[in-house]
């Protein structure tokens, strides 16, 4: 996972990123940093371009 694909974790302690939780299959949240990733953005996240309405 790039930083360039996934800006939300670049200054984030890696325990913190590593804290994960599904809940449901397939969708992974990180509460800190407030991120929700699925499967499909994880696995192909050229399919999901960052725009600005995602504040990066």
Known sequence: MSYD???WFRD???????NVEEPTPGH???PDPD???TEGIISHPERFPLS????V
Do not use: A, M
């Not at 600005?52 to 504040?55: E, L, R």
């Open 12 to 18: 984030v302690v890696v325990g913190k990123i590593l």
């Open 52 to 55: 600005d309405q995602f504040g």
């Open 35 to 37: 991120v929700d990733l």
């Open 28 to 30: 992974y949240y990180r």
């Open 5 to 7: 694909h996934f800006p």
